[in-house]
């Protein structure tokens, strides 16, 4: 792992415009993705986690620019690609590859495996020859763990597990530097989704990715990352390395989180612990921290004051005013 | 076999061959065509012979069924049974040259609005409701009076004014599968959107297209019948299924001669409803919820 | 103790276009009064279809090919459509479903749907039945129950829609309840929430559940007796503790090892080869031996019997006592 960022995230925003209005102040926007600022590491694994509605899924489109950021700047290998325009995007889509939850709803039913996956080849490597082309997607296929016979078949023809493996080859066609993995095992089987899991580890270390893992399993994402970034309502929580972020999870959200999922042990049930209420509606999100209204240590200020990211440990922020107490002794209870 | 073996097509057609309406629609729609191409050679007379009153200077009008006419003759002295066989061919080129025209107009406005959208889409939805609420009857009426009424005019006509429904289905169905990850997918490893739109996207809405191919062809029909009728379709001598009933606007002709618009009649009933039989079961076929 | 519902040998078959295949085979398990059941299973596993068939919900082109569902004693089989109707469903049995979105009507006021199906079951007046409503919704965990009544479904929030459809289970007070997937479309923090109301409200209105996942994790939360099911059939049976510490088929040791633990780190995850065979193409034999290590010939060929093993049943050959192997 290096030490260079791949990928710099400033202050990005995107926010939907849910109602028109005449004024431009009346109008209701629905902030998706709310300041949020992270970087990644070449060769690291940063893993989103958060409930539905917290804006993982935008902020991976954002990034790769299938959705037009509202505000903020993404470096990415050094160079600011918040201001790509159509050709410059068309470059970036080289180095920077999306996977998808669903392997069924992202192949088109209607292409063979050998069209799915030399499609980024047809569009980038337009110097290849089609025989080329076919030696390719046969070692790609075989790099995910499929054989060359699969090339002429259709998407229906293979199992959930094999269509991600697909997936992924297609997703691999162009060495890419930058891997978005949104919720990529979520819609497989149990006994498939760690041989998924295992692939992307392997390739990983192979063709020396970097990975972004969104996904609102907290195993599989502990499994996966080196660091974790945790979303609330669309802003970030807490980011830490995956052993000290469920070791020692500071920012209430993240401790609610991790408790509450089951520790898959019949003897240990009692443990699980339970964190009333729900993620309010996006559109009605609180005024200061993002998470009061659920808070379990909630104080009077979290609902006016907005908490910043602070640092709380070794390469470990979290964004909650109990900590920023704790650090200035209490002088701010007043404030 | 003729499909290919790609299983949505595939199970389409097995769920087709068990609707035996569908099948039977199909039988006479088959046969309906291959009547009209061979009509030569089964008609006994040229379409536009006049026959006369044998020993006299007098056309042989409204003659009644006989072995030389099967179905009679009509006002001008002509036989009906060739007339309606000729009649075949044009209504039927009329009908598939004006679908094909709506069709490809239909499917590419259709595809531009749904998949480009914003001002696109707005611009030619407008353009779409003002086509429909555009008077065709007037619009032929004031054509035909302008130009000389040829066959291709009454093919245009029909053409332009019937893509609207095409193009609003062809919209909806982008609008769909434009949301589906494959798409998103395409975009994301750098696809240009001609090719997002001719590879991926049309591919996936040719069932509905095709249905609507059918039942287009089905309205076609009935339109170039109606306005033949009314005198600004296909203009005689050329015969055609709707100015062959052009006929029976004579009261004296409805109420006594049936055998002048009862078989043009008949065989438009029987082939609009046969593809609409078709129409219905490949609708039926496609979808995979049956 | 009371059996409450016992399903004997079940099997059902499903017509396709490809041919007729059995959704599930020989079926045969029983639930005990205030116990929880988990049927867990990957998709095509048949649990589905197991659930749906107690409640005799399966699809026009599937139908029971034979076996016996007695619940409170009484083979449901036996009974024509309308005294099922009449007297069991919704009444002893109800079902709460993986996406209430499509299980409650879009257009009827939360309130209406629930007071109608009370004074469906219960000989009360309008007023009782709403109270009834009321109570049930506050039982559920539904802040504010009277201003929800008047709302309409998609009002609600995921979490807040399967409290209702609970809270609809449960007005008729049924002996038995069927939860398929209930926690699968929400949220890990509402999901945990629900499975400790499920608990609660097992212990307050003395029911069974019949808890239908594919997560492992709720069944360590949540059962007292497990049943693994694999490509129709069950392959494995017993009281949950049993299961998790011992897993006797290689599919259930396979399932437990895949799941990512939070304590232990590991660099690779242990995995099942291939994947789970597409109902049209079931193996011979044991339909799990293409992805078994210890497939032998035999289970190529043959498919296994149950054994038994201390409190667990399993239907495999590893199990198979040694002198009767030959015979078998």
Request: charged share 20%; hydrophobic share 40%.
């Amino acid at each position: 792992m290096h030490d260079t960022p791949l990928l710099v995230v400033e202050n990005l925003n995107k926010h939907f415009l849910l109602h028109k209005a005449l004024k431009q102040e009346n109008a209701v926007y629905v902030k998706a993705v709310n300041n949020v600022s992270f970087s990644v590491k070449e060769g690291e694994t940063l893993g989103i986690v958060g409930e539905s509605g917290c804006g993982k899924s935008t902020l991976g489109r954002t990034l790769i620019k299938l959705l037009e950021p509202t505000s903020g700047t993404v470096f990415f290998e050094g160079k600011n690609i918040s201001t790509y325009g159509k050709h410059e995007l068309r470059i970036l889509r080289e180095r920077m590859q999306y996977i998808f939850q669903d392997p069924y709803s992202s192949m088109n039913p209607k292409m063979t495996i050998r069209d799915i996956v030399s499609e980024p080849l047809e569009n980038f490597r337009k110097d290849m020859s089609s025989s080329e082309r076919e030696e390719r997607v046969a070692e790609l296929l075989q790099l995910v763990g499929l054989s060359r016979e699969a090339m002429t078949r259709y998407p229906h023809e293979f199992s959930g597990g094999q269509r991600q493996r697909i997936v992924i080859a297609r997703g691999i066609a162009l060495n890419p530097r930058l891997l978005i993995c949104d919720e990529s095992v979520s819609a497989l089987d149990v006994s498939v989704q760690a041989q998924i899991i295992n692939l992307l580890q392997e390739l990983k270390q192979k063709l020396s990715l970097t990975y972004l893992f969104i996904s609102h399993d907290l195993r599989v994402v502990k499994f996966i990352s080196d660091r974790i970034m945790v979303l609330y309502l669309g802003e970030v929580m807490e980011i830490a390395p995956s052993s000290a972020l469920f070791e020692n999870p500071r920012h209430p959200y993240t401790q609610s989180l991790i408790g509450s999922i089951s520790k898959g042990d019949p003897r240990s049930r009692a443990e699980r612990h339970i964190l009333e209420g729900e993620i309010p509606n996006p559109m009605n999100a609180p005024k200061g921290c993002p998470f009061s209204s659920r808070c379990p240590v909630v104080m009077e200020r979290c609902h006016s004051e907005k908490p910043q990211l602070q640092s709380v440990g070794n390469d470990h922020v979290a964004a909650c005013l109990r900590l920023t107490q704790t650090i200035s002794q209490r002088t701010g209870d007043t404030v | 076999m003729l499909i290919k073996k790609n299983s949505f097509y595939d199970y389409a057609y097995r769920r087709f061959r068990r609707n035996k309406l569908a099948v039977i629609g199909t039988f006479i729609t088959l046969a309906f065509v291959l009547v009209a191409l061979v009509a030569p050679v089964l008609a006994p007379y040229e379409p536009s012979e006049f026959f006369f009153i044998e020993g006299q200077n007098v056309y042989n009008k409204y003659a009644s069924p006989s072995m030389e006419h099967l179905l009679g003759t009509d006002s001008l002295g002509r036989d009906v049974f060739s007339r309606l066989l000729y009649g075949a061919r044009v209504t039927m080129l009329v009908a598939l040259s004006a679908v094909i025209i709506s069709t490809v107009i239909g499917t590419i406005i259709g595809l531009v609005s749904g998949y480009f959208g914003k001002f696109l889409d707005a611009f030619f939805m407008r353009i779409v409701d003002i086509v429909i609420s555009f008077p065709v009857l007037f619009l032929l009426i004031s054509i035909s009076t302008i130009m000389d009424p040829s066959i291709w005019i009454v093919i245009l006509a029909i053409g332009l004014v019937s893509w609207t429904s095409t193009a609003r289905l062809v919209r909806g169905e982008v609008l769909r599968v434009k949301e589906l990850d494959y798409i998103v997918a395409a975009n994301a490893c750098g696809s240009s959107s001609l090719k997002i739109i001719v590879k991926h996207i049309l591919p996936n809405i040719l069932a509905p297209i095709m249905v609507q191919v059918t039942i287009g062809t089905a309205q076609a029909i009935l339109m170039e019948a109606s306005l033949s009728f009314l005198g600004v379709g296909v203009q005689q001598p050329t015969p055609s299924w709707g100015n062959m009933l052009m006929d029976a606007q004579k009261l004296l002709v409805l109420r006594d001669m049936p055998w002048i618009w009862i078989p043009p009649g008949m065989v438009t009933l029987l082939l609009v409803l046969a593809i609409y039989f078709v129409g219905d079961g490949l609708r039926d076929a496609f979808d995979p919820k049956q | 103790m009371n059996t409450i519902l016992e399903v004997k040998d079940l099997s059902v078959q499903f017509r396709t276009e490809e041919g007729s295949f059995h959704a599930i085979e020989h079926v045969s398990f029983s639930v005990q009064e205030q116990k929880t059941l988990a049927i867990v299973g990957e998709s095509g596993s048949g649990k589905s279809v197991t659930s749906l068939a107690i409640m005799q919900l399966i699809a026009e082109n599937g139908n029971i090919t034979g076996g016996e569902i007695f619940i409170d004693g009484q083979d449901i089989l036996k009974l024509s459509r309308k005294q099922v109707q009449h007297s069991i469903l919704g009444k002893k049995i109800s079902m709460i479903f993986q996406e209430p979105m499509t299980a409650l009507n879009p257009v009827i006021r939360i309130g209406e749907q629930i007071t109608e199906s009370i004074l469906e079951h219960q000989q009360v007046s309008k007023q009782e039945a709403r109270k009834i409503a009321l109570d049930t919704l506050k039982q559920v965990g539904i802040p504010s129950p009277e201003q929800r009544m008047k709302q309409y479904p998609h009002q609600l929030s995921g979490g807040m829609r399967q409290r209702v459809m609970i809270a609809m289970g449960l007005v008729t007070k049924p002996k038995i309840m069927i939860a398929d997937e209930p926690t699968t479309a929400l949220d890990v923090t509402i999901e945990a929430q629900i499975l400790n109301l499920l608990e609660e409200l097992k212990r307050t209105y003395k029911t069974s559940i019949l808890f239908v996942t594919h997560d492992l994790n709720i069944v360590a939360d949540i059962a007292d007796d497990v049943l693994v099911m694999y490509c129709g059939e069950v392959i494995e049976k017993g009281p949950v503790v049993d299961i998790f510490e011992h897993p006797r088929h290689p599919y259930t040791k396979g399932l437990l090892a895949t799941m990512p633990s939070l304590d232990q780190d590991e660099k690779v995850l242990p995995t099942i080869k291939g994947s789970v065979p597409n109902i049209s193409k079931r193996p011979q034999g044991c339909h799990f031996h293409p992805r078994c290590e210890h497939a032998t010939d035999q289970c190529r060929t043959t498919k296994p019997q149950t054994y038994q093993v201390g409190l667990q049943t399993v239907q495999c050959f590893l199990y198979a006592p040694k002198k009767e192997s030959s015979n078998a």
